[in-house]
């Protein structure tokens, strides 16, 4: 498989750096990058083939990676358009970009749109896609194969699933880390030092997230498991719930929603 990106950002060096740890070998991966310093540290640290014209990176490759920010889209794909074969696969990354958004500003109809998140560097992430109807099973086939190096992926029929996957597992990290800084300062807050609070928070998180997905528990049912009635976590839990921290989430989730598809519609 011979795979080329457009954009060596840190999303972009994620997939290339999973590839490669998955035994994709760099003499298949080229990338168009504009950036001098992009260029030779992913040249120096992966050994892959770097292009400062695009149209120029995609030649001979069967899938086409788009991973620069939204507001490069129209002009990477005004680059590219028209010099893509038809046999090629164009897989996005970008955020809010549609289907329809990319075929039409490409010229091309084999698309798969795709959700990481930041995990992935870790190839930790979680991935939801979806795909045109011109894209063939074959081509199916290579997009998950490439998404798996990232993660755990999901693929959905509705293309709405994606702006809604993105404010949940696309933003989710960031929720995460910020509650985590959150419970850090808290922990200091009580005394303890930093260094043992950000220990504690840290692995406290990471363990309640293992036995969540190992046990096959609900996470209501993991967490009636910890609140013992009238005892310490009850009364944390009860200030959580009295602040309104279930609506807070939602209330979250929701914003990022709206304004994935305000990106979708070109909305800053």
Request: a neutral charge; charged letters at 20%.
């Amino acid at each position: 498989m011979k795979v080329s990106f457009i954009g060596g950002g840190v999303m972009g060096e994620a997939m290339i750096r999973a590839l490669i740890r998955h035994n994709i070998g760099p003499g298949a991966i080229q990338v168009g990058e504009i950036d001098p310093e992009r260029v030779k540290f992913l040249s120096e640290t992966y050994g892959v083939r770097c292009f400062s014209n695009n149209a120029e990176a995609i030649v001979g490759s069967e899938v086409v990676i788009l991973s620069v920010k939204p507001s490069s889209l129209t002009e990477v794909a005004s680059e590219v358009r028209g010099k893509l074969d038809p046999g090629q696969l164009l897989l996005s990354i970008i955020a809010g970009a549609s289907l329809k958004t990319l075929q039409e500003s490409t010229g091309h109809q084999a698309v798969v749109r795709a959700m990481p998140n930041t995990p992935a560097q870790i190839g930790e992430g979680m991935t939801v896609w979806t795909a045109s109807p011109a894209v063939g099973e074959n081509q199916r086939r290579l997009a998950r194969a490439i998404l798996t190096t990232l993660g755990k992926e999901i693929y959905v029929e509705d293309e709405k699933h994606l702006d809604m996957a993105t404010a949940l597992s696309g933003s989710g990290p960031a929720y995460f880390f910020l509650f985590l800084e959150a419970l850090t300062d808290a922990g200091v807050c009580v005394g303890l030092p930093r260094e043992i609070a950000r220990e504690l928070a840290l692995q406290t998180g990471y363990g309640a997230m293992r036995l969540c997905r190992e046990s096959g528990k609900s996470p209501a049912e993991l967490r009636n498991m910890v609140t013992s009635p009238g005892g310490t976590t009850a009364a944390a839990l009860l200030q959580l719930e009295e602040a309104g921290f279930r609506g807070v989430v939602a209330r979250a989730v929701m914003a990022a929603y709206e304004k994935s598809k305000l990106l979708g519609q070109g909305a800053g």
